[in-house]
């Protein structure tokens, strides 16, 4: 038995809606007010009504009404009475209620693909989880008490620190604190580039890669001009009247070469001419398999290059973290794009990400992961080698992903036959620019991280089995 009462007018007019209007009078009003409500069920069976004096000083009527009231709804069997128990909604007060209407049955959910070979993501299950926690915890215990207030739209100092020494460190990044503002991904850095009018178009891009940036892009308004690409990545020299371009130098997403260490210095060569900029995404660019990962463009020139990077490949994307590293002319119109207070990133998490890095734990991670990636990456080749030798995995050893060549006209019937496999990928067409009339061929992104360690091998092998013959 629910042992509550209703014990103020504010309780009963703002929770119960007891609205005393209506014809006959108060006495009637009130009747029907507390049946409806123990009709509805805002008054379950058992709970205990105040006394008649409570309840008539808080609605401000008669103690008489009340008491009539109460005596009515005893009679119609809505409430009971009882010495030394108070007045109390009647347990079978439930029956006189309408039916609770059945909810329809959900219709069964589409079973999802057994093999998930889709790129972009790394292993949830190779989390650092215990390191993290101990990250967190003492992040949390050093935290001043303003970390529990606001957050400034830069990001917090000690995670900026952090990445000021291992960007440059790590990436070759030349920057300070103060031109690095945090934001949530890659995504987010776009939006307040380009949505808040920080940058304007248009912008030349690669003629492959992701449709969600380029859709991002469009939402702000921002035309995309498609770039060609060959072996040596993006052909830099057939940049036009834009002033803007982003590239995906370390590692070109989805076909997997580098940038030529002269189109590098062409890139910038052009950006000083034209006082363009170079938006660099450096999405995966601590994994290089066959050698030391390739330093970042920013290196060259800081002024004209917008670093941007973030965690969501190297540690989780459920991790939303990332940076842009400014020239000094663009950091107060970002500051300003991101408004007075940190909208996005959480404070706790940048704390924990700045003791993650600074106690060694992320050097760790990444070596750990690129270890692995590396295996992934060898196990798939091998598998090729045995099962499909006409098929090439093409690229650099990096990334996360690895693009196989296939013979023409064969894609659109790959990556059907490996949906009958229970095998979740892409074609290669899935990221061409709508505008190229660049073709790369046909071809499947594999991801090979998004596996757990044991679904690797069963999803390598329905792979080879949804492989053209030759």
């Not at 008649?52 to 409430?79: F, M, Q």
């Not at 959910?109 to 972009?120: F, S």
């Not at 960007?167 to 307040?192: D, K, N, Q, Y």
């Not at 690669?206 to 892009?217: C, D, Q, S």
Request: with cysteine; charged share 25%; proline share 8%.
């Amino acid at each position: 038995m629910v042992d509550s009462w209703v014990n103020s007018a504010e309780r009963i007019g703002s929770d119960l809606h007891l609205e005393l209007t209506g014809p006959g009078g108060r006495r009637a009003a009130l009747i029907r007010a507390l049946r409806d409500a123990v009709r509805s069920g805002r008054l379950a069976p058992g709970t205990r009504l105040p006394p008649y004096r409570s309840l008539a000083a808080d609605l401000g009527v008669a103690r008489n009404t009340v008491a009539d009231a109460y005596a009515e709804l005893v009679a119609e069997g809505w409430l009971t009475a009882r010495q030394g128990s108070g007045t109390r909604v009647a347990e079978r007060a439930g029956l006189l209620r309408p039916p609770a209407r059945v909810p329809r049955k959900a219709p069964p959910r589409a079973r999802g693909p057994r093999h998930d070979l889709t790129q972009g993501t790394p292993d949830a299950s190779s989390f650092p989880r215990t390191a993290w926690l101990a990250s967190y915890r003492r992040a949390l215990q050093q935290a001043p008490n303003e970390v529990f207030g606001p957050g400034e739209p830069a990001g917090r100092i000690e995670l900026r620190e952090a990445l000021t020494e291992y960007l440059a460190r790590a990436r070759g990044v030349r920057t300070e604190p103060g031109r690095i503002v945090i934001c949530s991904g890659f995504a987010h850095a776009l939006r307040l580039l380009f949505g808040e009018g920080v940058l304007r178009g248009p912008l030349a891009v690669e003629a492959y890669g992701l449709g969600f940036h380029r859709e991002v892009l469009a939402a702000a308004g921002v035309r995309t001009v498609p770039l060609p690409l060959d072996e040596d990545g993006a052909r830099v020299d057939r940049l036009g009247r834009e002033r803007a371009v982003l590239l995906t130098p370390a590692h070109q997403f989805p076909t997997g070469g580098p940038l030529h260490p002269a189109r590098r210095s062409a890139v910038i060569d052009w950006a000083r001419a034209r006082g363009g900029l170079l938006l660099e995404d450096d999405y995966d660019g601590e994994f290089r398999y066959d050698r030391k990962p390739v330093g970042a463009v920013q290196g060259l020139d800081p002024e004209h290059v917008i670093h941007i990077g973030s965690v969501s490949k190297s540690l989780s994307p459920a991790v939303r973290l990332g940076w842009m590293v400014l020239p000094e002319r663009y950091v107060e119109a970002v500051l300003a794009a991101k408004g007075d207070r940190e909208a996005w990133a959480s404070v706790l998490d940048q704390l924990s990400l700045a003791d993650f890095v600074v106690s060694g734990a992320y050097d760790r991670h990444v070596r750990r992961m690129r270890q692995r990636y590396r295996g992934r990456r060898n196990r798939l080749v091998a598998a090729l080698a045995e099962h499909a030798p006409h098929i090439e995995a093409t690229g650099v050893a990096a990334g996360l992903h690895a693009v196989l060549r296939l013979p023409p006209g064969t894609e659109a019937s790959t990556v059907k036959a490996a949906s009958w496999q229970g095998i979740a990928l892409d074609g290669l067409a899935a990221f061409r620019h709508p505008d190229t009339d660049m073709a790369a061929g046909d071809g499947l992104v594999v991801g090979y991280a998004t596996p757990s360690e044991h679904a690797y091998g069963p999803a390598l092998e329905a792979l080879c089995r949804a492989l053209p013959p030759p």
